[in-house]
């Protein structure tokens, strides 16, 4: 098993990239902890784990507060007592009609950056008390490049996801805690999402993946599980697209 005696902590674990990662950490040996918004959902993906036989708990959680974060720390320490990975992955969709409005541009600070910061800021103290770790910030294609149908502080919050990702992988690494960020494409919509959920828009984005297709959970979750395990004990501060190929035209 890959994360056979890892603790990990997974946002926005309970819907799509963030549910799937949690059932793959789990199924490679680690304990999750799932931290969200939605508090039946999150319960529905640690039944799913535990009722077949994977060791996983819900703690609620609003990535945009910190003192949120340092109970959820505190919990995973009771509850296994240690932290060895970090999933920074809820976030907001800025697929909104309104492109220039100004509270979706301060949400998407406020939840897709800043949230990725305190996430940071909560567990560094306990990897380094562990020896190490594993950061893995989810940004998007949106952090490279814009899209027309995006709001842009979605892709200036996933941009700056990627440069925390950097300055924290060289800041961390004497503590043996690698930070690296994920950048997925086309996938299916998330529940936030409003103009890519409409089929014409959504032919429009898969007519531009050089794969021809949709990418599935699974396929970022399986990128997280790469990073989350010691087969990447050597990489810090990369940016890892999982994209079918999208930024590389
Ligand atoms: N779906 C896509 O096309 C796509 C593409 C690129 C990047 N991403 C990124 O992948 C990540 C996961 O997206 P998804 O597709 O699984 O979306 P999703 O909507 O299915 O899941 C997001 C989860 O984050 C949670 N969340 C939102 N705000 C939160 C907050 N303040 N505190 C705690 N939890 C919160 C939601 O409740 C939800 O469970 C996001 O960061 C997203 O920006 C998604």
């Known amino acids: 098993m890959r994360l056979k005696g890892k603790v990990a902590i997974v946002t926005g674990g309970a819907s799509g990239l963030g549910a799937s990662t949690a059932n793959i950490f789990a199924k490679e040996g680690a304990k999750v902890v799932v931290a969200d918004l939605l508090q039946t959902e999150g319960e529905a993906v640690v039944s799913e784990i535990t009722s077949s036989g994977g060791a996983a708990t819900f703690y609620e959680l609003n990535v945009t507060d910190p003192s949120g974060w340092e109970q959820v720390v505190k919990n995973a320490l009771v509850a296994y007592d240690k932290i060895d990975v970090l999933v920074n992955n809820a976030g907001v969709s800025g697929s909104t009609p309104d492109r220039m409005n100004i509270d979706v541009w301060d949400q998407q600070m406020e939840v897709n950056a800043r949230g990725v910061f305190l996430g940071m800021r909560a567990v560094v103290p306990a990897m380094r008390d562990a020896g190490g770790g594993s950061i893995i910030n989810i940004s998007s294609m949106s952090g490279f490049v814009g899209q027309d149908y995006v709001h842009m502080g979605y892709n200036a919050a996933k941009g700056a996801v990627r440069l925390a990702t950097k300055a924290a992988a060289v800041q961390f690494a004497p503590d043996n805690i690698r930070v690296n960020s994920v950048h997925p494409g086309v ?45 990447s004990s050597y990489i810090t501060g990369i940016e890892l697209p999982v994209d079918g190929g999208y930024i590389a035209q």
């Open 187 to 231: 996938m299916p919509p998330m529940r936030s999402s409003q103009t890519t959920s409409d089929p014409e828009v959504r032919k429009k984005m898969i007519a531009a993946v050089p794969l021809g297709r949709e990418g599935r959970v699974q396929e970022v979750a399986f990128a997280n599980l790469f990073l989350a395990s010691d087969e």
